[in-house]
């Protein structure tokens, strides 16, 4: 029987141990305060801005919502996340992606302050990764080591095959695998016979971002599957980038779409919050 690897219940572990660890540095008159932009109304992104406040109130940090027109200039913007910068009381920005097309998202994220760059999107944050140094790791990825270390699953030594090259899944998560001594593998659209290496993967992660992409003829048996996508079927039912059913009895450990990795990206975000807080 395969390993079902529960995000809900691991993120929330996670989130009461950062809600005590809030707690005692509150009594000892810490504040921690994280700052999130939203730009335009975007239904998706005002769910997760929700969610992220949520979690805020929950753990015990203060959350300060900007929300800004959909006309908003790139300057303004810019202007924001500099003030931002400069408040001492304010510990992590947060600039909700994506952002209406008129602006360019890396001069933002360029302007975030790698201090209180929470997303870990900043090009020093991911330049500091990649040689081993302190820095805000992405949360979804930093999310998916998680689930794996809390599942007692080791990562040294073994073959890790990653699917998804982009900047804040795919790249910070192969960073993250060498980081835990794994051999890493990394796959995208231009893979050559992409079964076949994807069936190397003692750890296989899929973050390709189309549903129901990865089936048995991916996975070797035995295999663990994570699976980072998230989408909703024809049928409105949230769904992964691995077809679930049909991986199931071959694979030693799996994360199920939803309350796999989903819910550990927030968690992650949270935990950096108080990291920038000390
Ligand atoms: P992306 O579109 O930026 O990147 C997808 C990657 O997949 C690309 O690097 C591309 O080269 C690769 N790819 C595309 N087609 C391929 C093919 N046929 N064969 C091999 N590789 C192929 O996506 P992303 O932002 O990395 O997100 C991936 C998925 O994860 C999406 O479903 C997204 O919704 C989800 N996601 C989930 C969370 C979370 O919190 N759980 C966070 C971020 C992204």
Redesign the pocket.
Known sequence: MALIIDGKKISSEIKDELKAKVSMLTRKGTRITLAVVQVGNDPASSVYVGNKKKACEYIGIESQAYELPEETTEEELVSLVEKLNNEESVNGILVQLPLPAHMNEDIIINTISPAKDVDGFHPQSVGALSIGQKGFVS??PA?VIQLLKRSNISMEGKECVI????????KPMALLMLRENATVTI?????KN?KEVAKRADILI??????Y?VTKDYVKEGAIVID????RNENGKLC??VDYDDVLGIVSAITP?PG???P???AMLMSNCVDAAL
């Open positions: 949360c979804t999310g699917i998804g090259r982009s900047n804040i899944v795919g796959c995208h659209s231009r893979t992409l899929v973050a390709i971002g189309k549903p992409f980072v996508g998230i989408h992964g980038d779409v796999g990795v989903g550990m990206t927030i």
